[in-house]
Each structure stands twice: as C-alpha cells, then as structure tokens.
C-alpha cells in the first residue's frame, strides 16, 4: 500500500494506492489518524488507485468521519473506482461521505 499525502492550504489530500484490506489497514489507519490529530482542514482521500477495499478500509473511513466531525471538519472521497463503489453501495454507508467525481471538484469544495 502507498500512501502519499499533500497539503492543500491548510487541508490534506491524500493518495491510496493499492488494496485496501485487512492487510494494509493498520498502516493506512495509523497514517491518516496522525493527519486527522494533527490537522485542521478538511481531508480529501483520492481512492483513484484502489483496486479492492474490504470492510477493514471502509471502517477505517467511518472513524474519520466521526472523529473529524467532532472537530467540525470533513472527509472527502473522490475518484472513487467501480470496484470500490460497489462495496460501498453495499454496506450502504456512500451517504456518510461527502464524495466527488474528480479530485478537481473535491480541492474545489473545500472553504478556504
């Protein structure tokens, strides 16, 4: 699993590049809690490059957004592949987010 973050003014976007399953999970969760801790804008998570995510990934997104509402802040999913929208539609959680088709309309939602 790759993960690459970037700062936005003073949000993060971040790429995820890999499967994202029981295997990568305690990597990836342990990354992006340190931006959710020590950020203070809105998160933007670029699924682009994500082949598979199993219930492990998308617990992972659910605790954000829980934490990140707390602090009054957002996640934000974008490029969001047919393969991982399914699972979402799934478990019928895609109403949690705040998802966008491109990674522009997502860094564009965000308040300044």
């Known amino acids: 699993m790759e993960i690459k973050t970037k700062k936005i003014g ?7 590049n890999g499967r994202l ?10 990354k992006l809690a340190d931006d959710v801790q020590s950020g203070e804008g809105d998160i933007i998570i670029n699924l682009e490059l994500i082949s598979y995510i199993s219930s492990s990934g998308i ?7 829980r934490e ?16 991982v929208k399914k699972v979402f ?3 019928e959680l895609l109403d949690l987010f705040e998802v ?3 990674e522009q309309e997502a860094t564009t939602s ?3």
Do not use: N
């Open 10 to 16: 003073k949000h993060t976007l971040v790429h995820l």
């Open 21 to 30: 399953d029981i295997t990568h999970s305690d990597e990836v969760e342990a």
């Open 59 to 65: 617990r992972i997104f659910v605790g954000m957004v």
């Open 68 to 83: 990140l509402d707390k602090q009054g802040r957002k996640l934000k999913l974008c490029c969001i592949t047919p393969p």
């Open 89 to 91: 539609d799934v478990v």
């Open 100 to 102: 966008f088709e491109t």
């Open 110 to 112: 965000l308040s300044k």
